[in-house]
């Protein structure tokens, strides 16, 4: 564990406030889950909590299902990571932070697409080249109101396309993962 020299004190209310710059380099918002472990030294532990995550499994079992029909990369992600991936580099994508792009399409809860005239766009933080996306699209995973992951779709065939067929898979994705999480 690494100390980071900050002391906090416990209001009358048992809060203790996260400082900004941990909570911008851990990429805390307000309003997002955290769950509290202790440990037998009396340590307690912060850990940001994915929704999406408590389904990984099952996130990758609807990622397979999704390349087998549609025969392209099907990803799922948290707000924060890849988590699910199929058809595609596990080693490129899997576990690796979303880029900043992505991350707006997240929070603005709409479906995007390239068959709208829109440019391919950067999944990962670590993508370096977009000539490597022919095709994508990405349906924000919302659950009561707040965006909580995506289900991306994209292609690195010239030949291949995407359209409304697309469009309906992920959006039917999201709003089913979203279900399985609220019950």
Not at 10 to 22: A, F, H, S, T
Not at 127 to 139: E, F, G, P, R, W
Request: proline residues 4%.
């Amino acid at each position: 564990m690494k100390a980071t020299g900050i002391v906090r004190r416990i209001d009358e209310l048992g809060r203790v406030v996260i400082p900004k710059e941990i909570r911008r380099t851990l990429r805390i918002r307000e309003g997002d889950p955290l769950e509290i472990f202790t440990d037998r030294e009396g340590q307690i532990i912060l850990k940001k909590y994915s929704p999406i995550g408590e389904l990984n499994e099952f996130a990758q079992e609807f990622c397979d299902s999704l390349h087998e029909s549609t025969n392209h990369v099907a990803m799922i992600s948290d707000r924060d990571f890849i988590i699910a991936i199929s058809g595609g580099s596990k080693k490129e994508y899997l576990d690796k932070r979303i880029s900043p792009e992505l991350e707006k399409i997240i929070e603005s809860r709409s479906t995007y697409s390239t068959k709208e005239d829109n440019k391919p766009m950067k999944i990962t933080y670590e993508d370096v080249s977009l000539d490597k996306y022919t095709n994508q699209v990405i349906t924000p995973i919302v659950m009561q109101g707040d965006p909580i992951g995506s289900v991306i779709l994209i292609s690195k065939e010239i030949s291949a396309s995407m359209g409304e067929l697309e469009i309906k898979l992920t959006e039917t994705t999201a709003g089913f993962l979203s279900k399985q999480m609220e019950s």
